[in-house]
């Protein structure tokens, strides 16, 4: 398949909204994740929340059939809140750019640095989706004048929109990536069933 080495596992999110909501972003509370698809088990990973970011561990199987283990801190960023305070962000460890979700195979990262491998594959719904929640970032950079964009995947509220517009557009670009997330493995799995191509 042109997605190169994607698998249901390429899909995986974490996602910092989710554990906070759970209480899960506590000083060094630990987290064990798992991921099922279609009814069966395709992954888990272990997440220790560090003052200065998650350190991720967990295991995957190379080419080669030989188990590597993984032990990466991804650091935290962070943008004013509305009400006073902060809100934490992930730093993609390949971009360097603050995110809203990391999604893994055998290694977290941003839904751009996933998705530059699919980029071939414009017209199915998840890369609309994709291509949707860009053009809402993009709107934020363009206000910012582009300066955010070599370190957000998703600019901070610009100084003159409200929070509840900045919010909103917060919420549908989740919602898109999840729909890419979800759109990706629908597609991995087609073709694994399916054969190669
Ligand atoms: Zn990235």
Redesign the pocket.
């Known amino acids: 398949m042109r997605c190169g080495a994607a698998t249901c596992e390429s899909f995986h999110s974490i996602d910092l909204a989710w554990l906070g909501q759970r209480g899960r972003l506590k000083p060094w509370h630990s987290t064990k994740l798992t991921w099922s698809w279609g009814g069966e088990k395709t992954g888990s990973i272990n997440i220790l929340v560090q003052p200065d970011g998650l350190r991720l561990r967990y295991s995957f199987t190379a080419d080669n059939g030989e188990k590597v283990g993984v032990n990466e801190l991804v650091p935290f960023m962070y943008t004013p809140a509305q009400f006073g305070g902060r809100r934490h962000w992930l730093k993609?460890?390949?971009?360097?750019?603050g995110?809203r979700k990391l999604y893994g195979g055998r290694y977290f990262?941003?839904?751009?640095?996933?998705g530059l491998k699919c980029a071939s594959q414009s017209e199915d719904p998840a890369q609309r989706a994709m291509h949707r929640a860009d053009r809402i970032a993009n709107r934020l950079h363009d206000m910012w004048k582009g300066t955010t964009r070599a370190d957000w995947?998703f600019p901070p509220k610009p100084p003159r929109m409200r929070w509840s517009t900045y919010q909103r557009l917060l919420d549908q670009y989740d919602e898109l990536q999840d729909r890419w997330a979800i759109g990706m493995m629908g597609m991995v799995s087609r073709f694994s069933a399916g054969g190669a191509r």
Request: aromatic letters at 0%; glycine letters at 8%; hydrophobic letters at 5%.
């Open positions: 993609c460890i390949k971009c360097g750019r995110c990262r941003c839904r751009q640095c996933h995947e």
